[in-house]
């Protein structure tokens, strides 16, 4: 990031547009350096030639803004585009791609954490269209990571109870993790999702499962369950409802 005067240059992702008065837009962009910053772009849209195709959801940009000194607000100068990460890509992967920038729209992510946030986001809308099969859990291992890098593990190996690797039967949402076979008790039944013998197995591969991809199938249950509980998961530790409309039309 370099400032001049007031003028601040540095790298971003567009991870929310919405149209304001009749030729403006705000944006919410995610930066490598400030994290989730609001950008006003005055008249954006009556300017259509030159911005064609660049403020788009997604995009990455090499931006020059304008701190607006008197509020929180920055105030888009222009911008050269380095990549648009949705264009031409095919729906499952759009989707893909858009349930991971719900996810970080929701999060309050502190100064400190953008730089390795920003490189985890990048690394996976580098990822994703590459993969054929099974995108999904690409997905599911990104949230693993993210959620590592927030320090919310999510312990998707070991029984919560005794530490011993598998047999999991059940996620217990209070406790951040699962249990499994042996630790389960009938009291536990309104605290716990029960999981069956595949969807533990898959949790307990997630972290490899890049290399899997092209020889398991997951089935539309399944990635409904998972979902469900990583998001669980997320709404446990900032105590609020996390809910991707993104993966509401991802079908298998
Ligand atoms: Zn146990």
Redesign the pocket.
Known sequence: MTEKSREITLEGIILRKVPFKETSMILDIFTNELGIIPVMAKGIRKEKSKNTGLIELLNELDLVLYKNPSSDWYIYKSAALTKAHLFEVDFKTGVLMQAAAEIYRQLIIPGEDAEKLYELFLKYLQFIPQVKKNGIAIFWRFLLRLFRLIGIEFNSTT??????KG?FIAYFPQKHGF??????RPVYDDLVFKISGEQAELFSNINHIGNMLDEIEISEENINQLNRIFLTHLSEHFHKKFHLKSLDIYKV
């Not at 029984?159 to 011993?164: D, L």
């Not at 249990?179 to 389960?184: D, E, P, S, V």
Request: hydrophobic share 25%; glycine share 8%.
């Open positions: 029984c919560i109870n005794c530490g011993n047999n249990i499994c076979k042996k630790c389960f």
